[in-house]
């Protein structure tokens, strides 16, 4: 059975008396879920956002790191810093980190590595753009996200990545994918699994949703068979709407 997961991106935002009492909303609404909940504050909420959550059901994740182990990267975030503070999953490959930060399937690949080598978790993002899917290229341009990234690993590294596919097109915009694009886009990409890692890897490989997911429209979304929860953005940033995506399963 794979796992169902539905993660907050609070993305650039919230300051940290706002990281407070978006916490303090959320706990107050924490019933038992089938799904693994996770939030992904800012860098500077990390720590106190572990601590907050330190003995309930949701897990504090990061939205970045650097691929070095340590160094002259001003600015940067490395896995050790990280761990040391708790974090135990990192999101990576954010379209908003490729788009506005340049960060190439090469550079992706090694941040996975050195993920993994942390022994950290990754959630791993990846889309097409609005163009690619008008050009009925949006399999392909998926296809090769994901294997330029990830498919120089073995199956084993599989047991400590969630793929996260969200459409660039449906980020922010309100524009969801339908149910059925969702759901024929997370077959393909497993379909793409199956052929390099066979059946079993493929099977249990969680592949999330993300883009404009709301309280209205995650049931219908997760009710997918392909799909395994949501990464979500702006609904997240509210205790209500994010719980109510959650207790969508
Ligand atoms: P929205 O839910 O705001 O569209 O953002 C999705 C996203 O980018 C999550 O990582």
Sequence with gaps: ?????????????????????????????????????????????????????????????????????????????????????????????????????????????????????????????????????KSNNHEAVVKNQVTNALFHLDADAFKNIVLAYEPVWAIGTGETASPEQAQDMHAFIRKTLVSKYGQQVANSVSILYGGSVKPNNAQEIFSKPDVDGGLIGGAALNAEDFMAIVNAF
């Excluded at 907050?8 to 008396?17: E, I, P, R, Y």
């Excluded at 059901?57 to 810093?81: K, L, P, R």
């Design 1 to 133: 059975m794979r796992k169902q997961i539905v993660a907050g991106n609070w993305k650039m935002n919230n300051d940290l008396a706002m990281t407070e009492s978006l916490i303090t909303e959320l706990k107050k609404r924490i019933k038992t879920s089938e799904a693994e909940m996770m939030i992904a504050p800012a860098f500077t909420n990390l720590w106190h956002a572990f601590e907050a959550l330190r003995q309930s059901d949701i897990e504090v994740v990061a939205q970045n790191m650097h691929f070095a182990e340590s160094g002259a990267y001003t600015g940067e975030v490395s896995a050790d810093m990280l761990k040391s503070i708790g974090i135990q999953t990192v999101i990576l490959g954010h379209s908003e980190r490729r788009a506005y930060f340049h960060e190439t399937d090469e550079l992706l690949a090694k941040k996975v590595n050195t993920a993994l080598k942390n022994k950290m978790r990754v959630i791993f993002c990846f889309g097409e753009e609005l163009a690619d899917r």
